[in-house]
């Protein structure tokens, strides 16, 4: 039987994902509803991936019975918010990445979906492609011996000085720690599968509070390190990552948050990445199919939560960025969700 997917927003990953979605078979996959504060917009937007229902009340959206699972690919400020009102309508929720700002926030929503016995999973994509399950794999078989360093680099431009002056971009968005940061520190974690003992980060900070570019070391039980590393203001040029071991190496080819190509000891290894229902606005987006998959998969088998990404590996990765944005001196106010439970 299909999974049954209601859409939360119709902007630009909330295509891809449905480009993708319209691409797979649809005994497995289908689009039932999309919601959007603007009932024009939700109208277009079901034109265009031939979806037969459409919202501008997400309360009306959240309780629809025909909806098995919500998609969230709003602005990052309204994650929370958003994907509490699914919850409390009974919905699987899988919410894109950055979540929240604040590792509370994820710990609460974590604890909800759970009391509701629904599944929910913060949208770190890349953890389910299967060029990272093929690292994963190549880890556990010991090939590159025990990992001792990780190198992860995310550089692209963003001019944070114009998006702070820009009413339609929210305040609390997070800045370049949390938007692409994010990626560096998942990594590390997928490698080391435990709470840095220590998190050393330095930084630049603007004037609006946002940080711009950000350089973590962390250090782990064993004396492991990791050193991560992410700019707004470098041209977006070999992403790659490294991790080191004592008998060998992997290679993760540029961009490793959506990598076609890992270089492993056993080999080059490369997933597929077909074209969509319509053409992807960001890089190896069809990857999103991967995903998709992986949350239909956990679903039919009754799993509350993704193990290519647990609850508790998204709870470790913000407390991680929470520390170091604390270090850089990152000043975004915050104002916490207020959530009825």
Known sequence: ????????????ICNDFCSCLKSMSAQDHQIVAVVSRSKDSAEKFASKFEIPKTYD????FANDPEIDVVYIGSVCTEHVRL???MLKGGKHVLCEKPFSISTEEVKMVNKLAKEKNLFFMEGLWVRCFPTYKKIREELKSGTIG???MVSVRFCTHVNFHDLAANEKYPSESGGFLLEAGIYTVQFALMVYEEMPVSITAVGEVIENGYDVDDCI???F???QKACLMCSSKCCHERNTAIINGTKGSIEVASPFYCPEEVVLPSGIFRNELPPGFC????IN???LRYEAEEVRRCIKNGLLECPDFTHKESEIVHTIIDQAAKQIGRNIPHTPTKVEL
Do not use: N, R
């Not at 999974?3 to 927003?9: D, N, R």
């Not at 053409?279 to 960001?282: D, E, G, R, Y």
């Open 1 to 12: 039987m299909a999974l049954k997917w209601g859409i939360c927003s119709t902007g630009k």
């Open 83 to 85: 994907t509490v009102i």
């Open 285 to 287: 987006a069809s990857g």
């Open 221 to 223: 039980s064993k004396g």
């Open 279 to 282: 053409p992807f606005i960001w």
């Open 217 to 219: 070391i962390l250090t």
């Open 57 to 60: 009340s997400y309360e009306k």
């Open 146 to 148: 025990d990992p001792q």
